[in-house]
Each structure stands twice: as C-alpha cells, then as structure tokens.
Nanobody, 126 residues
Framework: EVRLVESGGGLAQAGGSLTLSCAAS????????IGWFRQGPGKAREGVSC????????YYASSVKGRFTTSRGNGKNTVSLHLNSLKPEDTAIYFC???????????????????WGQGTQVTVAS
C-alpha cells in the first residue's frame, strides 16, 4: 500500500520547538517534491514548505520562513519539518504531501498534491 505516515506532533509552548517526520511507505520519494501543509481551526489548508527532488531546493511560506526548516533523510523515504520559535498561530494539523511535480514545488497548491498523509496535530500554548 502506498501511503505517507507523519509523526512527531504534540503540544509545545510558545517559543519552543517540535520536529515532524514523514515516512513513505510502499514507495520512495524518488521523483517528486515533498511538501508540508497545515490546516488551522476554521482555516483553509495552506502550504508551509516544499523541498524539490532534483535540486533539494527548499521553499517556505512567509509566515514560517526563518523559523521552520524542511530536510530529507539520508535514505529516500523520509522527510522532516523542524518547527522552531513556535507561535500559537502555528497550531494546526500538519500534513505531509507528495506526488507534486518538482516545478510546482514553490506554488504551495493543494490541488497539485497527489498523495496526502493522515496529518499530525501541533498545538502551541501561549
């Protein structure tokens, strides 16, 4: 079965850090960009970050730039999102996403995503 499995969510204090991980199951991230999206309470799903497959270039939403970092694991089937300097407005369900064409990586468009993870909750307390 082809799927994405996220882990690492939880509760953090404002100013704190969390690391989210995404593992590919049944396939590898060989040909696609890997993105992270989030959906806060009562909000639309928004793109947070993306890492291209061919160059490793990374892109971030302005709301998280300088605070969040995405990276690939040593193998071909894991990606992480490091959340630093967390704010209460970062509270959301975070989704790993792939089957995104590399050239669309920076667009952060949910409609370009071919495969979603189940999501992991991040809650930031003030």
């Amino acid at each position: 079965e082809v799927r994405l499995v996220e882990s690492g969510g939880g509760l953090a204090q404002a100013g704190g850090s969390l690391t989210l991980s995404c593992a590919a199951s049944g396939f590898t991230f060989d040909e696609y960009a890997i993105g992270w999206f989030r959906q806060g309470p009562g909000k639309a799903r928004e793109g947070v970050s993306c890492i291209r497959n061919n160059t490793g270039s990374t892109y971030y939403a302005s709301s998280v730039k300088g605070r969040f970092t995405t990276s690939r694991g040593n193998g071909k089937n894991t990606v992480s999102l490091h959340l630093n300097s967390l704010k209460p407005e970062d509270t959301a369900i975070y989704f790993c996403a792939t089957h995104i064409s590399d050239y669309l990586c920076s667009q952060f468009s949910a409609s370009d995503v071919g495969l979603w993870g189940q999501g992991t909750q991040v809650t930031v307390a003030s």
